[in-house]
């Protein structure tokens, strides 16, 4: 088994820009994920992972035989290597290399009466990982990032979502693209917004729906209000006039839930 036991290792040099820069990851077709639960959901939602790299120190790969099959290549590296390339305080000794995924609205696979989540223009990465994690709660058919401002394979993505990325479909596109995919294929969908809008509790979520949601600062633009089924509110009852996205998405996403009978 290869052993790396440099920091100036130019592989490993290589491997610091991956972590820290969305050109490199672009350039490459390749990002990094770090821990055990987190490579394991990347196998599990059919990522390629090209190599992993363990210290022996933190980590003892025979009690995961999931990423022992997955046929990538293994390379053993020093304490010191491994704090160089880690992201995370805690930490589990492992690290993957693998292969960034299209992420095209054609390559969605809905079902008949899909329930999706669109995020327009989200900067800040905990907030998308957040909702990523409820979207994986609740087990929703497909999210769409529209206008995306992130790099989707951002370690503090990968970090915030507990490795929900790998657990959702996913795909980028532009906002006109999005509206038109959602008007092609019939499904309803609900704008959270201030502007001339009802409150969300009154609309029935059980045809094919989407929920979209915007940032905090400037909410949804103009194209999504204009052109929603319905636009929505959540009532506010206290002093401010909104809440932080990612729960302001939790409260849509089990409300249509609900609806389903958490189906």
Not at 18 to 29: D, F, V
Not at 113 to 124: C, F, G, Q, R, S
């Amino acid at each position: 088994m290869k052993q790396i036991t440099s920091a100036q290792n130019p592989f490993i040099k290589s491997l610091v820009l991956l972590q820290e820069k969305t050109k490199a990851r672009k350039q490459s077709g390749t990002f990094l994920i770090e821990g055990i639960r987190e490579i394991e959901l990347a196998l599990k939602g059919d990522y390629e992972l090209e190599t992993i790299l363990i210290c022996p120190e933190l980590v003892d790969l025979s009690n995961y035989p999931k990423i022992q099959e997955s046929n990538s290549s293994i390379i053993e590296i020093s304490k010191e290597v491994y704090q160089k390339l880690a992201y995370r305080d805690t930490t589990e000794g492992i690290i993957a290399v693998a292969k960034i995924k299209s992420l095209q609205l054609s390559d969605l696979k809905l079902p008949e009466n899909p329930l999706i989540v669109v995020m327009e223009a989200i900067e800040k990465p905990g907030n998308i990982g957040a909702m990523l994690r409820t979207c994986d709660a609740a087990k929703v058919d497909a999210v769409i990032i529209a206008n995306p401002k992130t790099d989707l394979y951002n370690p503090n993505i990968i970090r915030s979502s507990v490795g929900c990325l790998f657990t959702n479909q996913i795909a980028n596109a532009t906002t006109e693209d999005a509206i038109d995919f959602l008007i092609k294929n019939k499904i309803n969908f609900y704008s959270a917004t201030l502007q001339n809008s009802t409150s969300y509790h009154t609309q029935n979520f059980n045809l094919p729906t989407a929920l979209v949601v915007g940032t905090e600062a400037t909410g949804l633009s103009q194209l999504w209000r204009d052109k929603a089924t319905q636009n929505i509110i959540i009532p506010m009852q206290g002093e401010i006039d909104s809440m932080n996205v990612s729960v302001a998405a939790a409260v849509l996403i089990f409300e249509a839930k609900r609806q389903r009978g958490f189906i």
